[in-house]
């Protein structure tokens, strides 16, 4: 058939959680047999949100492929298993500046570039870019940003026209909004969805489908008042009330038919529902596993975001280990050696994190250090792998002003230096290494026993420095083990200590990898390893 295309909404608020309705409609559809793929589209102006604080927009997603892209393509890789690409994440700044390099090359020839029609036709041109690439039946187009906002205008126009040339059966629009509770009231109130959907009609754009966000169930009459108001079937006004967990969303959205409503309205007579058979396996372990560890996030970031991928990755890992984790964050800032012990309280294991720049990595170091003394079951990601590294050559190695060359400039032990096809880059937007790499894993490792005995694996980079493989041997001698190495440049990926309990540093993100039928092994381990240290001190 042809590709069909599903234009994702949201209105009255920002993040009701539209990524988490893309990744569940996305889901529903891939379980009936279609082939999906969800893209996002982002109306700020960075080309990408790699250069982007965390504090602004939370993690930054990397794909398989190297793009930086918006935290929401890992609730999309999560739900559905699918490999997103550069084609699934789209920025205004991307779009502009695509449009601006082709007049600058004569393509436009000599015409007065407009929004309408080349920055809206370089919209559309995007949008249907994936089902040119590979055979699809489904894309579902997420539109960032709320309606009304000034930025996305020129988004919004392009999936009206889009709507109209492809025709009712091909194009959908679904919108999702906010139904605020007044307590001193004690009502539901449902002006914000009508003037939203409404502020849509204005730019020409009729939604067929409403999901209507709420933390209090919404009764048959307010449905029917909002289908009466909007335009909409009182059969296509979905409810998305607050869930104990996102993994509940698609098994919600199931049950009132959202996928079914979509298939009918695109000409397409529904099978039975799926059973989502491993899906429901994986809620039912989740609400069997009734006892708590608590895994640290030693970080600078004081913000749930901007570790979504290590912490979903961690609950995923902990829910087919038999147990709830409670992921615990511990600002590195603040912990020195005298509270480290304090800090670190009550912990079954912790992951030292990954991020850029000075601050807060003497916290890292200690709380490595503090990991490697008492054999706790210690992850350091990226950044968090490189403090690792720094610890053990000032405390084991004797290196005392040993560091990385991201931190001193001027240490004369540079454990951690940069990568040699880094140092003549000057632009930070998308220079590092980033995307899948090859790691080739030692034969009698953790890391390898980890993985199943797969002795080549490939894995997602987001980085300018590496270990300095001058002081390998030093590393080797003294007990810090090179567990894994990129073949094709020789670089170490993986480093442990095989005599702790589980003391491991990657180079690489396993938490990009994770998914909820597919945990990732490292997780896996690491998880099972916090949950026999718990034990064997109960």
Not at 68 to 79: A, K, M, N, V
Not at 164 to 180: I, K, S
Not at 349 to 375: L, N, Q, S
Not at 517 to 531: E, R
Request: glycine content about 8%.
């Amino acid at each position: 058939m042809e590709t069909k295309y599903i234009f994702i909404t949201g209105g009255v608020a920002s993040s009701l959680g539209k990524g988490i309705i893309s990744a569940s409609l996305g889901k529903l559809l891939q379980a009936r047999g279609y082939q999906i793929t969800i893209q996002k589209f982002d109306p700020y102006i960075n080309i990408d949100p790699g250069t982007l604080n965390p504090y602004e927009h939370g993690e930054c997603y990397v794909t398989a492929d190297g793009m930086e892209t918006d935290l929401d393509l890992g609730h999309y890789e999560r739900f559905t298993g699918i490999e997103t690409t550069r084609d699934n994440s789209v920025t205004t700044g991307r779009i502009y500046l695509s449009v601006i390099e082709r007049e600058r090359r004569g393509d436009y020839l000599g015409k007065t570039i407009q929004v309408v029609p080349h920055i809206t036709d370089e919209i559309k041109r995007r949008i249907l870019l994936n089902a040119t690439k590979r055979p699809l039946d489904f894309v579902i187009t997420e539109i960032g940003g709320t309606i009304g906002d000034i930025e996305s205008q020129p988004f919004l126009e392009a999936i009206r026209q889009l709507r109209w040339e492809l025709g009712p059966t091909r194009a959908l629009n679904v919108h999702l909004t906010y139904v605020p509770y007044l307590a001193a009231a004690g009502e539901l109130k449902t002006k914000p969805t009508q003037t939203s959907v409404k502020q849509l009609q204005g730019l020409g754009i009729q939604p067929e489908v409403l999901v209507l966000r709420t933390e209090h169930t919404l009764n048959d009459e307010l449905r029917a008042k909002v289908a009466h108001f909007c335009n909409v079937g009182v059969e296509a006004v979905i409810q998305s009330q607050d869930l104990p967990s996102i993994y509940e969303v698609p098994v919600n959205m199931q049950h009132q038919g959202l996928d079914a409503i979509c298939l009918k309205k695109m000409g397409i007579e529904p099978a039975p529902a799926p059973e989502l058979g491993p899906w429901r396996n994986f809620l039912e372990r989740r609400k069997q596993a009734s006892e708590v560890i608590q895994i640290g996030l030693v970080g600078k970031y004081d913000l749930q975001d901007a570790y979504k991928s290590i912490i979903e990755s961690l609950a995923h890992a902990g829910t087919y280990n038999g147990y709830k984790v409670k992921a615990v964050f511990v600002n590195s800032e603040q912990i020195t050696h005298q509270n480290v012990a304090e800090k670190l309280a009550g912990l079954a294991g912790f992951v030292i994190c990954p991020g850029f720049g000075t601050r807060g990595i003497e916290g890292k170091i200690i709380a490595a250090e503090y990991g490697r003394t008492h054999d706790i079951p210690t992850f350091g990601i990226c950044l968090g792998m490189q403090m690792m590294v720094v610890e053990f050559a000032r405390n084991v190695l004797g290196y005392k002003d040993a560091n990385s060359s991201e931190m001193d400039a001027s240490t004369p032990h540079n454990v951690i230096d940069m990568m040699e096809e880094q140092k003549n880059i000057t632009q930070m937007g998308g220079t590092m290494r980033l995307g899948a790499y090859e790691c080739e894993l030692v034969k009698g490792s953790r890391v390898r026993e980890a993985y199943g005995e797969i002795s080549l694996i490939k894995e997602r980079h987001r980085h300018r420095y590496e270990f300095n493989n001058a002081y390998l041997k030093e590393f080797e001698a003294k007990g810090m083990k090179c567990a894994g190495i990129n073949p094709a440049a020789n670089l170490v990926e993986i480093v442990e200590i095989p005599e702790q309990r589980w003391y491991i540093g990657t180079q690489f993100h396993p938490e990009y990898s994770s998914t909820v039928l597919h945990p990732h092994p490292l997780f896996m381990s690491f998880v099972k390893a916090c949950t026999e240290s718990k034990s064997s001190k109960s």
